[in-house]
T-cell receptor, first 112, second 111 residues
Framework: GDSVTQMEGPVTLSEEAFLTINCTYT??????LFWYVQYPGEGLQLLLK?????DKGSNKGFEATYRKETTSFHLEKGSVQVSDSAVYFC???????????FGTGTRLTIIP | DSGVTQTPKHLITATGQRVTLRCSPRSGDLSVYWYQQSLDQGLQFLIQ???????AKGNILERFSAQQFPDLHSELNLSSLELGDSALYFC??????????FGEGSWLTVV
């Protein structure tokens, strides 16, 4: 079956630093992955999705590209801001009739 | 605003008590999911309903139960509460595609 392995945190970075959060996904079907973000005091919300080789998902300056050689969809951002402080989850796609599982979540703290 | 509504937002109750958490999914969404999020366990899938029927079950305790009503809203019942049940409980809904929409959660504190 499909499995998701997410880099555990917490991760602390200075403002404007480069961010990478790792997520490795082994899929029995079509490779795609979702990244969700949970800001303090809120529920999870979809950040972006990335599908198949060389297709890049992007939103709010974040990007995730599928890398076939490592079956990974790492989340990246070139210059983080304090407002990016949150918990980030990766998850395989759900098509309405499956249990939706998430990675362990990575807590990101950005220091001014 | 995700369109998923959860009530109550905060709840404090004593050990041994029973509470009911309510979720109204986005209009027309047939699937409802319940999750428990605690500091030490992360985000745990509890149960999923689809159009009134249980579809998938995760790490849900026997003391917990859920149901989805004909109007598609769902309730999560937690009984014989223990201190360790203190957590944030999320409901999410799915329109049938591959994007999930989460509510803002119900904070449960058991004292």
């Amino acid at each position: 079956g499909d499995s998701v392995t997410q880099m555990e945190g917490p991760v602390t970075l200075s403002e404007e630093a480069f961010l990478t959060i790792n997520c490795t996904y082994t899929a029995t079907g079509y490779p795609s992955l979702f990244w969700y973000v949970q800001y303090p005091g809120e529920g999870l919300q979809l950040l972006l999705k990335a599908t198949k080789a060389d297709d890049k998902g992007s939103n709010k300056g974040f990007e995730a590209t599928y890398r076939k050689e490592t079956t990974s969809f790492h989340l990246e951002k070139g210059s983080v801001q304090v407002s990016d402080s949150a918990v980030y989850f990766c998850a395989p796609p759900n098509f309405g009739n499956e249990k939706l599982t998430f990675g362990t979540g990575t807590r990101l703290t950005i220091i001014p | 605003d995700s369109g998923v509504t959860q009530t109550p937002k905060h709840l404090i109750t004593a050990t041994g008590q029973r509470v009911t958490l309510r979720c109204s999914p986005r209009s027309g969404d047939l699937s409802v999911y319940w999750y428990q999020q605690s500091l030490d366990q992360g985000l745990q899938f509890l149960i999923q309903y689809y159009n009134g029927e249980e579809r998938a079950k995760g790490n849900i305790l026997e003391r917990f139960s859920a149901q989805q009503f004909p109007d598609l809203h769902s309730e999560l019942n937690l009984s014989s509460l223990e201190l360790g049940d203190s957590a944030l409980y999320f409901c999410a809904s799915n329109p049938g595609g591959n994007t999930i929409y989460f509510g803002e959660g119900s904070w449960l504190t058991v004292v």
